[in-house]
Nanobody
Framework: QVQLVESGGGLVQAGGSLRLSCAAS????????IGWFRQAPGKEREFVAA????????DYADSVKGRFTISRDNAENAVYLQMNSLKPEDTAVYYC???????????????????WGQGTQVTVSS
């Protein structure tokens, strides 16, 4: 089992920044790639970004490329999502999730991920 807890969400004006954190506990964290997903009201949960177990590989949805940066610190069992130039359409609940490293990379399908956090709300006002 891997337990994931997100934090760092909040209310921010358009153009602002937030940094989300995903803290992990349980099984060896470095054995997992980590993804961030988001879900807006009435919409499907969608892929945002992912990072390999070693941090050397990253993947981003086109909608956030150039604005968001994913990083990880295996010593701290943490993954971060730095979000800059936020837009109202970024408003959603953001989730981090873990997928075993032996599965295909990159993985943008939520069905590939075994463990999920409870989510953190991000609201961007116009």
């Amino acid at each position: 089992q891997v337990q994931l807890v997100e934090s760092g969400g909040g209310l921010v004006q358009a153009g602002g920044s937030l940094r989300l954190s995903c803290a992990a506990s349980g099984r060896t964290f470095s054995n997992y790639a980590i993804g961030w997903f988001r879900q807006a009201p009435g919409k499907e949960r969608e892929f945002v970004a992912a990072i390999t177990w070693g941090g050397g590989g990253t993947d981003y949805a086109d909608s956030v490329k150039g604005r968001f940066t994913i990083s990880r610190d295996n010593a701290e069992n943490a993954v971060y999502l730095q979000m800059n130039s936020l837009k109202p359409e970024d408003t959603a609940v953001y989730y981090c999730a873990a997928v075993p490293s032996f599965r295909a990379w990159p993985s943008r399908s939520k069905n590939e991920y075994d463990y999920w956090g409870q989510g953190t709300q991000v609201t961007v006002s116009s």
